[in-house]
């Protein structure tokens, strides 16, 4: 099968086409015939080689896949061969590949309405964005919530669920065409920090109030900025640090 390999740490330009060997699942494994593999911001910091005990190269990344069961080990009950699922890949290597095994507790079936290139963004980016707005942050519904880098991969699939929570949403990126985006989405207030102040646009939309949840997947000065913006009692999540700055 033909699979993409980090070759050695580094710019795109050391992803090579190899090919390997079809794996086998073991016992209690799928095995998936891939037909979407999700690009995800820690797919980049591997290959960088800046992600905290990140696989050593030659190493095949991808963190998620999307497409069809083609077989199963002989114990797993939950899926069949022609299931159409998306996945999480543990470990977050091997899903840049035509095959990929996977474990059945962390596969989901598609429904046929949803196409496969759009589930794959599910078990990384909306199930990310899902937790930070809910299980950490409590979200309720008329909650003022600020989403940092609105126009990335998390930030797309928090105002999508935030909206749909009911909340009063405000999200921040670098331009105005990112904004667009953000907009169309359901952002109900789009900031352009290279602009403007975000915390000074906050206290202005919110009469000085604050926000009461902020999700931080930026770091460093964003992180340190954002505590400004919120409101008596206001949580903050911080899930990432795109910036590359740790929050210290
Ligand atoms: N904890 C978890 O389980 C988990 C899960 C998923 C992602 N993450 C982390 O969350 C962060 C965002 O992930 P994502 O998938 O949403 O990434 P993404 O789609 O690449 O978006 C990242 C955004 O961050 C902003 N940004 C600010 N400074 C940046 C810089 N120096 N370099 C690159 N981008 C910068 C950019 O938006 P603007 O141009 O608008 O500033 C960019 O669009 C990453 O750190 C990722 O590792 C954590």
Redesign the pocket.
């Known amino acids: 099968m033909k699979v993409i390999e980090v070759s050695k740490h580094g710019s795109p330009s050391v992803l090579q086409v190899r090919t390997r060997e079809q794996p086998t699942p073991s016992h209690d494994e799928l095995r998936i015939s891939v037909r979407a593999s999700g690009v ?3 797919d ?2 591997h290959r960088r080689g800046t992600y905290p005990d990140g696989p050593a190269p030659p190493y095949v990344p991808g963190f998620e896949v999307a497409g069809v069961i083609d077989s199963v080990g002989n114990t797993v009950e939950q899926f069949e061969v022609g299931d159409r699922v998306v996945s999480y890949v543990v470990g977050g290597t091997d899903g840049y590949a035509e095959y990929a095994l996977v474990k059945p507790s962390h596969t989901f079936r598609v429904p046929d309405s949803l196409p496969l290139c759009e589930a794959v963004a599910v078990p ?2 909306f199930l ?1 964005a899902h ?1 930070c707005l809910f299980e950490w942050g409590n979200l309720s519904t008329n909650d003022r919530v600020l989403i ?8 797309t699939a928090a105002i999508q669920l935030a909206r749909e929570a009911g909340a009063v949403v405000f999200g ?4 105005d065409a ?1 904004l667009d985006r953000v907009r169309a989405l359901g952002c109900d207030h789009c900031i352009n ?1 290279e602009k403007t102040s975000f915390v000074d646009a906050i206290n202005h939309l919110t009469d000085g109030d604050g926000v009461d949840l902020i999700l931080d ?3 460093g000065s ?1 992180h340190h900025n954002s505590l400004k913006a919120l409101a008596s009692f206001g949580r903050l999540v911080a ?6 700055e740790r929050v210290s």
């Open positions: 995800n911001f820690a980049v910091m990384i980016q990310t937790n940092h880098a609105a126009a990335g991969g998390v930030g921040t990126a670098s331009t990112k920090y997947g930026v770091g964003v899930y990432g640090v795109a910036s590359g």
